[in-house]
């Protein structure tokens, strides 16, 4: 097989496995824990955007989750249709956004870390405290899962493919997203926002424009979550949740597309599947986590292959791929007797950066001897 | 019309002024020379000609347009390019894409959240072909953190070069480089087109003396000696205050 291959066997396989999941789990209750992996990992997608590949550490995110969650439910319980609501909560969601980037785009590092925080501690608070509106700790229920072209969500599998669905398309989006253009300019303010800037870059709004592109996809994920319990809460948006989700970030691998779902998959198995057999999953949760940062400390996804390529290079004496280099390219090769430089004599100025092919400059009168 | 003026350029951090009303004006296609002790200001100088630190009075005019209140970024759209004293480049990347990454940023193309960047040929070429033109492109591909100083320099060189820049600030291109780095830097720099406009700041006189066209010596933020190689050369305070005679 070629090398090649493996990567389109893998996805297929991965394809197949998740298309057949309400067939070989048949538990409803275990169907339900799979929509649940499929719509965090679309929340840890979205926040990944800023976490991983802006590097400005969101632990607000969970304020934008629940303002989707919140608005769709009030706006069903008001009795408008599915449709709308989900449009209204992706609005809501979009402008809270941009009011939340506005607000801590002034600063990055920790200081944007602590803006996000309090911006969704305030979320919180008036999802707590405005108890007229959010109906406080008691929540806010909706009747029923919409049921889009007539096929109706409210069964297990038929919630699962919906998830599923949205989140192949969340997954494809931030795949575009990763080798676009806008995807490296992101990265770039990243690694050098100054050099971005002095290579003509507006740094500022391309990470306000992908604070837009995450708040998005929270939404998303926020409409999903409402329609998958039926119910939203304060404790959605509580820090707890904030946290939850950037650990799921960090512990599968930060601006890695399958990073943030590895993250998912493992939180939401602990809490869903492993607290029934163990009283104390927390623990179990933070020894996992503990392992990862001791062992792979650029997550699950990056270090499982990191591993891998030692393994094959170890145990089955294959040489290191090194997918970045082209395909007649010489890797090994140094810079030294290529180009215009080889050689020792000067070469003409229009032979090595295209110009005009004269030297137009005028010897210096005062040229030292 | 002069390709880069400035007028009364005057920077403090503090109580400290780094850059006391410095005047300066640099013909199209010259190749001047920025020369002082440490501390002179050289490096403030060039960041508040490319906007990187806003200047508290003076004007900065990039051939005939009044730039000083322009923002960095724009004043790379309008042809003024530099490169960095402390390389700075993108470590996670390979030598190709932060050429390419260059070339985006004056392209419209850096607002395209859905099209693939690898296949965009004619940004890869164009990369390419600006590697080849500082002995890179063989490596090209080559993750950056696999690279030697003199190769970054030369990407560094290349980022600039491929921006095709009018006014172009090399700060100490040759810091940090070998004999041989030094020749290669050197040849390169020589075979820029005559039409770019290079102001250098180089503290290696070797080297920097014969580039020159005219030379600018710098004391605690203020132009103190300004003219032609000889004339800067033999200027008693040249050697007061630079060369320590």
Known sequence: MKASSTPRAAVVAALLALMTVPLWVGNSYYVDVASQILLFAVFALALNVLAGYAGLVSLGHAGLFAISGYTAALMLQAGFPHATAAAGAVLATLVTSAVFAVLALRATGIGFLMITLALGQTLWGIAYRWVNLTNGDNGVNIAARPAPFGISLAGAPSFYYATLVVFLLALAAMAAFDRSPFGASLRGTRDQARRMTALGYNVWLIRFLAFLFSGFWCSVAGLLYLYNKQFISPQVSALQASAEVLLMVISGGTATLLGPVAGAAIVVIMKYVVSAYVVRWNLVLGVIFVAIISFMPEGLVPGSVRIWGFARRRFFALPRRRGTVREGAQPQARCGPTGPLAGSAPQPPDQVWGGEGKDSRKPSPGAPP | ?245
């Open chain 2, 1 to 245: 019309m002069t390709a880069l003026t400035v007028t009364g350029l005057t920077k403090s951090f503090g109580g400290l002024r780094v850059t006391n009303g410095v005047d300066l004006a640099v013909e199209p296609g010259e190749r001047r020379l920025i020369i002082g002790p440490n501390g002179a200001g050289k490096t403030t100088l060039f960041n508040l000609i490319t906007g990187e630190l806003a200047s508290d009075a003076g004007k900065i005019v990039l051939f005939g347009q009044d730039i000083t209140r322009a923002p960095c970024r724009r004043r790379a759209h309008l042809g003024l390019a530099r490169t960095y004293q402390i390389i700075t480049l993108f470590p996670r990347d390979t030598i190709l894409r932060n050429v390419v990454l260059a070339l985006l940023g004056l392209s419209g193309l850096r607002w395209n959240p859905v099209v693939d960047l690898a296949r965009q040929r004619h940004l890869t070429v164009r990369a390419r072909e600006a590697l080849a033109l500082v002995g890179l492109d063989r490596v090209a591909d080559r993750p950056l953190t696999e690279t030697s100083y003199g190769e970054r320099r030369r990407v560094e060189i290349a980022m600039a070069m491929v921006q095709n820049p009018k006014v172009l600030l090399l700060d100490e291109p040759f810091a940090g480089l070998s004999i041989d780095e030094r020749r290669d830097v050197r040849q390169l720099l020589a075979a820029i087109p005559p039409d770019v406009t290079i102001v250098m700041i180089e503290h290696n006189m070797d080297v920097a003396l014969d580039f020159a066209d005219r030379i600018t010596l710098l004391h605690f933020g203020e132009v103190i000696v300004e003219g032609t190689r000889a004339e800067v050369v033999a200027d008693p305070r040249t050697r007061e205050v630079y060369l320590g005679e």
